[in-house]
């Protein structure tokens, strides 16, 4: 899977977050921060996670999340690690 | 401590009304004898494994909201909501279950109403008071069931359920909207629970603790509440929906579980009065008491009687008309009718019962049939005890035991108190009256600005 088609199936996730403003979501790069850049609220990460690991079909380690950065590389990353593992 | 002279009025009210459109459309049905009662299709579809069928309920689409269901636990479960009418921000709707979303609009009504400034909605001196019955709710049986019988992880059922569904939620989602500075706390005392939060904010103001506050019972529509009591055999049934809240009423045979929110805003009345507030009532008394008779269900006489001892101990004045509890069961509306004559005599004042017309709001109902009697002050006009047809010519069976020490008539002998439709009348005083599971009785009373 290529890394810009996570990118994008991350943005499709937080479009539906009603929290984040849709106008930020225009050019979202893997050094977009969900936190600042987005204004995410810290609350909502655990929801986009979740919603993550349901639409790339992967589960992640609790302490990978734990460990998570806030930037769009930091779940790309995951992802692409949870997928290796399966 | 009660700082003598110190008064508080109610300047502000707002709230969600079953079938209504707003508190205009509320106070227009009420006072025309209409009935808020439907049957309820969320409760028919379950076939007869529910016994009730009516409901004064509130859909999302009736309050301008629209769910956004979750991808991750279950089809039917609201995410969060959209608001149609753009009235309360994305943010604080992620935080928020109906009940708690009913009573930010219901805060934003009152406010606006009241006509406080930003400065003094965000003091130091404004608290928020507000509760609910919490009978049950879709978030924690949702979240409860992807773990529990699912086997899901944690993380899947979100992470708003507990704010969305903590104790005082509807006080926490108002004081993050409004930005108050002041307390922010929740009463529970079951049925009694929106005159409590009431109680309690003028006590508050009374105490000199705040100025101003935001308070009242919110109860969020909910098969989860609503079977818990149907289970109970508690709730009417087999009567026409429009029919089914009968207090006094001979044929009673339960009460109609409903939902919705009452919000009132209190001031200490010299400040409402010198920014020139329109003060829709002046607070007298509150009392609350318990029954002290170990029972968690019954009504007691003796402690109905204890409360309104204390409700008139401050001036002894009578009211015009008493808004009383009636909630349409057998035990409930006939030991509240006796005590009330007991303590009032036979004439001299009008009973009004509420619930007739939209049924039993749970956790609201103190709060929403307080904003019927401050509607009685505004229009002058008492709302009537619905469907009260037949009142027992036969004396009840606890009046002819021989522990009995209340009035021995039936009820059919005071006919005269019990209007079946809505009439003008002068009235300067009202009081309030709600009673809740564990014995516990509140009565406040409110007189119009003299």
């Not at chain 2, 301008?64 to 943010?91: C, H, M």
Request: charge should be negative; include cysteine.
């Amino acid at each position: 899977m290529e890394r810009q088609e996570i990118i994008d199936g991350l943005v499709e996730i937080l479009k539906t977050v009603r929290t984040i403003n849709p106008e930020k979501l225009v050019g979202v790069t893997e050094e977009t921060d969900f936190i600042t850049d987005l204004n995410a609220p810290s609350t909502e990460m655990i929801n986009i996670i979740a919603k993550t690991e349901q639409k790339f079909g992967v589960e992640f380690e609790d302490d990978d999340i734990d460990d998570l950065g806030s930037k769009v590389k930091n779940v790309v990353d995951l992802i692409l690690k949870a997928k290796q593992k399966a | 401590m009660q700082i003598t002279g110190r008064k508080v009025a109610v300047v502000g009210m707002g709230g969600a009304f079953p079938n209504c459109s707003d508190l205009a459309d509320f106070s227009e049905k009420l006072f025309s004898n209409q009935s808020l009662i439907r049957t309820w299709d969320k409760a028919t579809e379950h076939g007869g494994k529910v016994r009730s069928s009516v409901s004064g309920f509130i859909t999302d689409g009736e309050m301008g909201l629209e769910p956004v269901y979750s991808t991750l636990v279950s089809n039917n479960f609201p995410e969060t909501y959209i608001d149609k009418y753009d009235r309360i921000p994305a943010g604080n709707l992620a935080t928020a279950d109906v009940g708690s979303i009913w009573a930010m609009l219901g805060a934003q009504d009152a406010i606006k109403m009241a006509g406080w400034m930003t400065s003094e909605t965000q003091s130091e001196k404004t608290g928020v008071v507000i509760g609910s019955g919490t009978g049950g709710n879709l978030i924690l049986r949702t979240a409860w069931h992807s773990f529990f019988e699912l086997g899901k992880k944690t993380r899947l059922s979100g992470s708003h359920t507990v704010d969305r569904t903590m104790t005082y939620r509807e006080a926490a989602n108002v004081s993050c909207l409004i930005k108050n500075q002041g307390v922010c706390e929740a009463i529970g005392s079951a049925c009694a629970t929106g005159l409590g939060n009431i109680g309690y904010a003028y006590r508050l103001i009374k105490f000199g603790v705040q100025d101003r506050v935001i308070a009242g019972g919110v109860e969020g529509t909910s098969l989860e509440t609503f079977i818990g009591f149907d289970g109970m055999q508690v709730l009417s049934r087999g009567f026409a929906p429009e029919e089914s809240s009968r207090p006094f009423d001979v044929n009673r045979n339960g009460f109609v579980c409903s939902f919705g929110g009452g919000i009132v805003a209190l001031e200490e009345y010299e400040l409402a009065k010198a920014r020139g507030a329109n003060i829709i009532g002046v607070i007298d008394e509150y009392f609350n008491n318990s029954d002290g008779d170990g029972d968690m269900f019954y009504p007691s006489f003796e402690g109905q009687k204890r409360m309104w001892k204390g409700l008139l101990s401050n001036d002894g004045i009578k009211p015009d008309v008493v808004k009383v509890h009636g909630t349409s069961t057998p035990v409930g509306d006939s030991i509240e009718l006796l005590s009330v004559v007991d303590v009032l005599g036979e004439e001299g004042y009008h009973i009004s019962a509420p619930k007739s017309q939209f049924g039993h709001m749970l956790g609201a109902a103190g709060s929403v049939e307080f904003i019927t009697a401050l509607l009685m002050l505004k229009e002058q006009k008492v709302l009537p005890c619905l469907n009260s047809t037949t009142l027992n010519p036969e004396p009840e069976a606890f009046q002819k035991s021989e522990k009995w020490a209340g009035p021995v008539k039936p009820l059919a002998a005071y006919r005269n108190l019990i209007p079946q439709q809505s009439f003008a009348k002068q009235i300067n005083r009202i009081a309030c009256l709600n009673y809740g599971f564990g014995g516990t009785n509140s009565a406040i009373s409110i007189s119009k600005d003299q």
